[in-house]
């Protein structure tokens, strides 16, 4: 038989998320409630309907895979058998608009099976393309409702960052994206290079794009990020390191409508400016092509140049070091030479949203075994950790604070112990009860306020044991 959505499912979903595009911020609701109002059942009918694909009634649906998959990243060790133990104990009616035979009152005689097998197949035949365009939907929707107060804050920034993921070592995925190699001996683990760009205040995540690191296809930050850009919100600023400061870069950025605050090398800075670099310069400059961006970039047009700023500032590291000299390129053309600094101070706020993917969600060792597999995995990963960013919004509305004062870690926890609960809740003022205790103690997930001056460490990378077996030359 087919069960009660969460929370009376139509009454809670569609009353507590239903007033679009205000229900973020005015209303309350649960992550599995979010999900529904974010991709309902029509979003996912239209998607087949334009890739004129046909899915007959069924337990396994494209929303119903997604959201088992969601729940196994969420979970501390999600499995397949946690995803299924997930649909066996209740979901809401709105993932079956028609239900099938097993779901239909009448049949109780036909059990969905608790085994994993259905729902393992499920996911292999859901298309990359359904997982991408959900993932898109879901971050659209909400970078659209967060706030942005403050000076520096208002703007709609994103800090964008480079990284590595291992992925499962087999044939066809170490074809893929090669291990890395030294003059000694070549590592056991296919590595892919990724780039993620997330949002400056709420810290909402761009589905990401990768690549091999090693290997005749190997791919350059650079260019992963230009692929991005595309899905960048319209007229935004990305801030990047010097890693990405380089003129493909600003030129790309500028090309798309978008604004660019990049971080210089000293020899670079030194190039653009002409002359030696000092505390206090703000230049009006013309950046263009140098004959090796054109050697490596043959497509850029004759007359390709960027029109911006260097800013040089002495700035006084956090850990006590010694002052340095900053060097940032900026089409921020008419804001104050120390809030385009300010803002680049804050880039440091994607390596702890990286720590977060790479730790909390596990993104650091993947599992699947195919190509494709591994597309879903990261995509997937990106809209558990936005629904989860979603929910600290909210608890940062309610409580007056920026939501990156709230932990990561301990939103996803709270969430994780109160939504078995909030979905077996026997009615919606049980399930109002509920999702009010639960938002209690996400507003309790505050990062503490340090008042003493921490040491400061070496930053250094310790790698994480993995026992494999072996492999013999014979």
């Known amino acids: 038989?087919?069960?009660?959505?969460?929370?009376?499912?139509?009454?809670?979903?569609?009353?507590?998320?239903?007033?679009?595009?205000?229900?973020?911020?005015?209303?309350?609701?649960?992550?599995?409630?979010?999900?529904?109002?974010?991709?309902?059942?029509?979003?996912?009918?239209?998607?087949?309907?334009?890739?004129?694909?046909?899915?007959?009634?069924?337990?396994?649906?494209?929303?119903?895979?997604?959201?088992?998959?969601?729940?196994?990243?969420?979970?501390?060790?999600g499995t397949l058998e946690t995803a299924v133990l997930e649909l066996l104990r209740v979901l809401p009616r709105e993932f079956w608009p028609r239900p099938c035979k097993l779901l239909q009152a009448g049949a109780e005689a036909l059990n969905v099976s608790s085994n994993t097998g259905s729902y393992n197949q499920a996911r292999q035949e859901l298309p990359l393309t359904i997982v991408e365009h959900s993932a898109d939907q879901l971050f659209r929707q909400l970078i659209e409702q967060v706030g942005r107060p403050g000076p520096v804050a208002s703007r709609k920034a994103f800090f964008v960052d480079g990284s590595t993921m291992h992925v499962p070592h087999n044939k066809a995925l170490a074809a893929k994206y090669p291990p890395g190699s030294n003059q000694y001996v070549k590592s056991h683990w296919p590595l892919l290079r990724i780039v993620v760009a997330h949002d400056l205040?709420?810290?909402?995540?761009?589905?990401?794009?990768?690549?091999?690191?090693?290997?005749?296809?190997?791919?350059?930050?650079?260019?992963?990020?230009?692929?991005?850009?595309?899905?960048?919100?319209?007229?935004?600023t990305f801030v990047g390191d010097a890693n990405f400061g380089v003129f493909s870069t600003a030129y790309a950025g500028t090309q798309r409508g978008h604004l660019v605050v990049l971080r210089l090398t000293?020899?670079?800075?030194?190039?653009?400016?002409?002359?030696?670099?000092?505390?206090?310069?703000?230049?009006?400059?013309?950046?263009?092509?140098?004959?090796?961006?054109?050697?490596?970039?043959?497509?850029?047009?004759?007359?390709?140049?960027?029109?911006?700023?260097?800013?040089?500032?002495?700035?006084?590291?956090?850990?006590?070091?010694?002052?340095?000299?900053?060097?940032?390129f900026t089409t921020l053309l008419e804001d104050e030479a120390g809030v385009v600094i300010e803002l680049y101070g804050?880039?440091?706020?994607?390596?702890?949203?990286?720590?977060?993917?790479?730790?909390?969600?596990?993104?650091?060792?993947?599992?699947?075994?195919?190509?494709?597999?591994?597309?879903?995995?990261?995509?997937?990963?990106?809209?558990?950790?936005?629904?989860?960013?979603?929910?600290?919004?909210?608890?940062?509305?309610?409580?007056?604070?920026?939501?990156?004062?709230?932990?990561?870690?301990?939103?996803?926890?709270?969430?994780?112990?109160?939504?078995?609960?909030?979905?077996?809740?026997?009615?919606?003022?049980?399930?109002?009860?509920?999702?009010?205790?639960?938002?209690?103690?996400?507003?309790?997930?505050?990062l503490p306020r340090r008042t003493k001056k921490r040491p400061s460490y070496p930053r250094e990378v310790w790698p994480k044991p993995k026992k494999y077996r072996n492999h013999k030359k014979v």
């Open 1 to 77: 038989m087919l069960p009660d959505s969460p929370c009376g499912a139509g009454e809670a979903a569609s009353g507590r998320w239903a007033k679009l595009p205000d229900w973020l911020g005015t209303t309350q609701g649960d992550v599995l409630s979010l999900y529904l109002e974010l991709l309902p059942a029509e979003f996912f009918t239209k998607l087949r309907e334009q890739q004129q694909r046909r899915q007959n009634n069924r337990v396994y649906t494209d929303a119903v895979v997604i959201w088992l998959m969601l729940v196994q990243r969420l979970a501390d060790n």
């Open 201 to 236: 205040y709420s810290g909402l995540a761009l589905r990401p794009e990768w690549g091999a690191m090693y290997g005749k296809n190997a791919v350059s930050e650079q260019s992963l990020l230009e692929r991005a850009m595309d899905r960048l919100p319209n007229g935004c």
């Open 266 to 328: 000293m020899q670079r800075a030194r190039y653009l400016a002409k002359e030696e670099l000092r505390d206090g310069m703000d230049l009006r400059i013309q950046w263009a092509p140098s004959r090796y961006d054109r050697k490596s970039h043959p497509e850029l047009p004759a007359d390709a140049c960027v029109q911006g700023r260097l800013i040089v500032r002495r700035v006084q590291p956090s850990n006590g070091k010694e002052p340095f000299l900053l060097a940032v």
């Open 346 to 446: 804050l880039r440091w706020n994607i390596e702890t949203d990286l720590r977060s993917l790479k730790d909390t969600l596990r993104l650091d060792q993947l599992t699947s075994t195919t190509e494709q597999m591994v597309a879903k995995e990261i995509d997937v990963a990106m809209m558990a950790y936005n629904l989860v960013r979603a929910v600290t919004w909210v608890a940062a509305q309610k409580a007056g604070l920026e939501p990156r004062q709230f932990s990561f870690t301990r939103v996803r926890n709270v969430i994780n112990a109160f939504a078995p609960m909030i979905a077996a809740a026997s009615d919606s003022k049980q399930a109002q009860q509920l999702f009010d205790k639960m938002m209690y103690y996400v507003g309790q997930a505050k």
